[in-house]
């Protein structure tokens, strides 16, 4: 069936860098995307959301990119900080119920 | 805003008994609620939607009769997981759609852990 995916589980990056956090979707219908955030034993929260109808989106240290050419969604986090550390899932909306599709997450740790 | 609260966190209980877990929106309404279920480095998985004032859908898979849940007003909807057994064992996280207009964006609980003995 149709879903989303990440291309890598784990990324590494030094305090104070950039991270750039990468998913793939398969649903050429779905038209709005979300950035979660969750940390060890808490509840996924919101970072940045951005509609088809869109291709860049910023917020504070974070942006979202959207290709929908290549069906290709992005994360990045600007001067990344130890509190960053967490697992980010990309979720579409899709469905008549405007459910969310999670991806599989990838694992940020911020290295002092 | 947009503050969703889930009790208990979390719960340990014996194999064969029933647990109820909360969802609740704490400063707006939400006529749609969802749950969700995540094992230990994994992914969130869509159990169920919750919907005020009417049967809840349940994902393919998804046994209705083990998970009944209730959506009695505008801020509460409710979980419960009858004859629990060890594989129900999970982390459960609830979440509930923003009610303002031109957004789907769901706000999420901080989960319950369910241990079942």
């Known amino acids: 069936g149709e879903s989303v995916g990440l291309h890598l589980p784990t990324l590494s990056v030094q305090e104070g860098d950039n991270s750039i956090i990468n998913c793939a979707y398969s649903n050429s219908a779905s038209d709005y995307f979300i950035w979660y955030k969750q940390e060890s034993g808490k509840g996924p929260q919101f970072i940045i959301d951005?509609?088809?109808?869109?291709d860049k989106r910023q917020g504070q240290r974070v942006t979202v990119l959207l290709n929908k050419t290549v069906k290709h969604l992005s994360l990045q986090i600007a001067a990344t900080q130890p509190g960053d550390s967490a697992v980010y899932f990309c979720?579409?909306?899709?469905?008549?119920?405007?459910?969310?599709?999670f991806g599989s997450g990838t694992q940020l740790t911020v290295l002092p | 805003g947009a503050v969703v609260s889930q009790h208990p966190s979390r719960v340990i209980c014996k194999s064969g008994t029933s647990v109820k877990i909360e969802c609740r929106s704490l400063?707006?309404?939400?006529?749609?609620m969802f749950w969700y279920r995540q094992f230990p480095k994994q992914s969130l998985m869509l159990m169920a939607t919750s919907n005020e004032g009417s049967k809840a859908t349940y994902e393919q898979g998804v046994e209705k009769d083990k998970f009944l849940i209730n959506h009695a007003s505008l801020t509460l909807s409710t979980l419960t997981v009858t004859s629990a057994h060890p594989e129900d064992s999970s982390f459960y996280i609830c979440s509930a759609r923003a009610p303002w207009a031109g957004t789907d964006t769901q706000y999420f609980g901080p989960g319950t852990r369910l241990t079942v003995l």
């Open positions: 400063d707006f309404q939400a006529t749609t």
């Open positions: 951005i509609r088809s109808n869109m």
């Open positions: 979720a579409e909306n899709s469905g008549s119920a405007r459910q969310l599709t």
